[in-house]
């Protein structure tokens, strides 16, 4: 550690003693320095913000408001494209001194590294432009900046709006042309399916229609089947009701009897059968307890009772009517589908060649009728689109921050540039100090001489200084630090020159 100490030491005692010539190199430095600073143009930036209303209320409830963010990103992405910044520099006094085309394209390509458009938001935009033209004076180049935005602004607006709208009429005029010749080439299909199917009536949407109709019928059939089925079992249901229900009940006057609710119990039990309840149902089961013991009861009365109609007998054959009618209903159905398959069947299989050409017409027409309608369609929606934007534009421009009139230079930071080279001469006067120092071999310790010359140093002698030394010494030290605090006051008047021109921009 005494060893770093001595180092540092020697080496302050060495640029000490060539100060004179690491104030001179410092000065110059600096001199050298703050002119290259002088020389570097102000550059000044302007800034706005836009605001877009991608779709509105009308766009949304039309259906139509789906493109509106593709679109803004398209105009963002390509505005600082070289066709812009042509126009940017043919509006502003960028092109003033601008004849030719190398002249056109150095500028847009200077242009290009100073401007931007930054999305902060999905609907909110912020440009920028830097200008800082060495030819111009500073208040040239802060209005030159801000005209720049500006500009930006209105291609910004004219790509989206006119733009936009010239696609939309460019669009409607090819879909206009697509949607002729589709309806040509429809025509004629049409026209070939018609003659077609009035030579084959059977073969009418060609042999995909054919099967599809086959499947149809074959899905319909056993439909068909199972209801032939639910029915057969009801009619059988509904027979063993009726085959267990009296035609005519005994009646025995105002007060009845046994028999009388017999019959009434009879009744009860055949309603709740046609209701489907089953033998092993608890109801069913207790109904026919109840009835088993009123037969007994009425086998022990005398006879001699009056009949009458069962009405629950009459219900029954009523619906054993209707059900039988259902029943031989859809067995004639069945009969007529196996019928209709049947044909054909025999069709496709008598003229597959027929068959074939009816597929191919019928799938021809098909896709054109698809095409058409999704034509049609496409049409439709881009000319309401452009109706829409005709009327009213789809995007709502919005400038929230209007382009800024700079009024201090955002670039360079000529006062912080100032001060570094300030330093930068006083580390490179030190630098220069201390190498003259190293060339001319000396030692300015005793202990530095001992340890590169590995011999014991006995001693050292004082140096006699005498009082007009002395008084020398100070007027050459007073020298020095006057130097010294004149390059530093050069360095404050330089910062208080800047600041000053800076203010008298605006």
Known sequence: MQEVFDEIRSALHTVWN????????????????????????NSYESRARIYVELDDVLSKQLEISGEGRQAITKVRQTLTSAVNLEKVVRATQLGENVNTQREMQSAVDSLTDHVGVVSTEDNLFELTATIGNSSMTDAENAALAQDVVQKLIDIF?????????????????????QLDERK????????????????????????????????????????????????SSSLAAIDGQIASTPRTIATFGAEGGARAALAQAQSQLSAMRARGLTDSHPDIQAQKRQVASLREQAAKEPSGAGGAANPAYTSLVAMRSERQANYQALQARKAALQSDISRLIANQAEEPAVAAEANRISRDYEV????????????????????????????QFEVIDPPTAPTKPAAPNRPLLLVVVLLAGFA??????????QLRSSFTTSEKLERVLDMPVI???????????RRRQRVQLKKFFAASGALAGVCLLLLVVEVIQVGSVA
């Open 18 to 41: 060539r100060r004179w010539l690491a104030l001179a190199v410092a000065w110059g430095v600096c001199i050298v320095g703050w002119l290259f600073v002088a020389t570097i143009p």
């Open 428 to 437: 490179a006067g030190a630098a220069v100090a201390f190498v003259m120092g």
């Open 368 to 395: 054109l009728k698809d095409k058409y309608d999704e034509l049609l369609k496409d049409r439709e929606e881009m000319r309401l689109r452009g109706q829409v934007e005709t009327e009213r534009s789809a995007f």
């Open 157 to 177: 607006r004219e790509e989206n709006v006119a733009g936009n709208r010239g696609q939309v009429a460019d669009t409607l005029a090819f879909l206009d042309q």
């Open 184 to 231: 040509q080439e429809l025509e004629a299909a049409e026209q070939r399916r018609l003659a077609f199917e009035a030579q084959n009536p059977e073969l009418i949407g060609g042999v995909g229609t054919v099967t599809t109709r086959i499947n149809a019928m074959r899905d319909e059939m056993r439909d068909v089947d199972s209801d032939i089925a639910a029915a």
């Open 459 to 469: 001693g050292t002698i004082s140096r006699s200084i005498t009082a007009a030394d």
